[in-house]
């Protein structure tokens, strides 16, 4: 079946580092463009960024702009968020996602 797993998410101090996976099953990967989004305690659903299946170009939240960097891998089928300089305000569940199908998120804590 369709399915989206993410992974890679922790508690870590402000500047940190972090990489999230998302293994996806059940659909031609490579075919689709997928996105991250995230929610805080207490607020919607954020979009952080995005990439395409043509070539791959990526498009970032300002907020995220400079520090995420999003990737593909269209042979294991997995997109990836490398997350640099970590801020306590990127404390969310992180969710990957696509047109019909969105994974089960991955908690981000930012704190000292």
């Known amino acids: 079946q369709v399915q989206l797993v993410e992974s890679g998410g922790g508690l870590v101090q402000p500047g940190g580092s972090l990489r999230l996976s998302c293994v996806a099953s059940?659909?031609?990967?490579?075919?689709?463009?997928m996105t991250w989004v995230r929610q805080a305690p207490g607020k919607g659903l954020e979009w952080v960024s995005s990439?395409?299946?043509?070539?791959?170009?990526?498009r970032y939240a300002d907020s995220v702009k400079g520090r995420f960097t999003v990737s593909r891998d269209n042979a294991k089928n997995t997109l990836y968020l490398q997350m640099n300089n970590l801020k306590p305000e990127d404390t969310a569940v992180y969710y990957c996602?696509?047109?019909?199908?969105r994974g089960q998120g991955t908690q981000v804590t930012v704190s000292s």
């Open positions: 990439i395409n299946s043509e070539d791959s170009s990526p």
């Open positions: 059940g659909f031609t990967f490579s075919m689709y463009a």
């Open positions: 996602r696509n047109s019909f199908t």
